[in-house]
Structures are given as structure tokens and as C-alpha cells.
């Protein structure tokens, strides 16, 4: 079965490091997907599930125009509840809550080291 990981921020510059960091080390591996909003997140994941692909992680930006990434997170845990999901934040309100919240497997600070984003990943999917 193919996994993929999904990777959402309406960034454009953002997305675009996120693309390159997790080519490197989960390309061989994950099938990798980009979305610039949660309407869009939401929409590959219903297309995946319907594939029967398995989600390995979802990655989301926490403020976004439309769904912040926490609703998205709540949304995509409907569907699909045991899916880790990994907020990034540039924000430090309610970075508390976010930490303590069982659906989110990790929270992490933007602007995100590399190797702290490449770690938590793998501690999610593995």
C-alpha cells in the first residue's frame, strides 16, 4: 500500500522549503503532497482515502486564511483519527493548548530547524 505525507501552508516560500526538506528524506519511501489551504488539504485526503492510500502524516501551518490549521486537524480527524498530525506555528499563543491537545502528535515553531522537523516526522510515522 502507498503512503503519503501531506504537507499544507498557504505560504508559497514556505511549502516550497517543506517540499525540499522532506524530498530529501522521505522521498524514497512516502509519496509527497502539497496543499496551500485546508480546503484543498481536505480535498487530496478524501481523493486518498478513496485510492486507499494510507495518510503517514499530515504536516499544517496553523494560521491560514479560511481554516486554521488546528480545524483542520480536527476535521481530518474525523475521517481518518488515528492519522498523526504535526502543527507548525509561528505564534506562541495558545502554544500550550496545542501541545496538550491529543489530536495534534507534534507542535512546532516556525521558523522550524530542519532536523527538529525531519525528527518529529519520523517519530510519527515510524
Not at 6 to 23: G, N, R
Not at 49 to 76: R, Y
Amino acid at each position: 500500500m502507498e503512503k503519503v505525507i501531506i504537507c499544507v501552508d498557504d505560504e508559497k516560500a514556505l511549502l516550497s522549503a517543506l517540499q525540499q526538506q522532506l524530498f530529501r528524506e522521505f522521498s524514497d519511501t512516502y509519496f509527497l503532497e502539497f496543499a496551500e489551504s485546508g480546503k484543498e488539504a481536505l480535498d487530496l485526503i478524501q481523493e486518498f482515502i478513496s485510492l486507499d492510500t494510507e495518510i503517514a502524516c499530515v504536516i499544517t501551518d496553523q494560521m491560514m486564511p479560511g481554516m486554521k490549521g488546528n480545524k483542520l486537524i480536527q476535521e481530518i480527524k474525523k475521517s481518518i483519527p488515528a492519522t498523526p498530525c504535526i502543527l507548525l506555528t509561528g505564534y506562541s499563543e495558545n502554544i500550550e493548548e496545542h501541545k496538550k491537545s491529543d489530536l495534534i502528535s507534534a507542535c512546532i515553531f516556525k521558523p522550524w530547524e530542519e532536523t527538529e522537523l525531519i525528527s518529529e516526522i519520523r517519530k510519527v510515522i515510524l
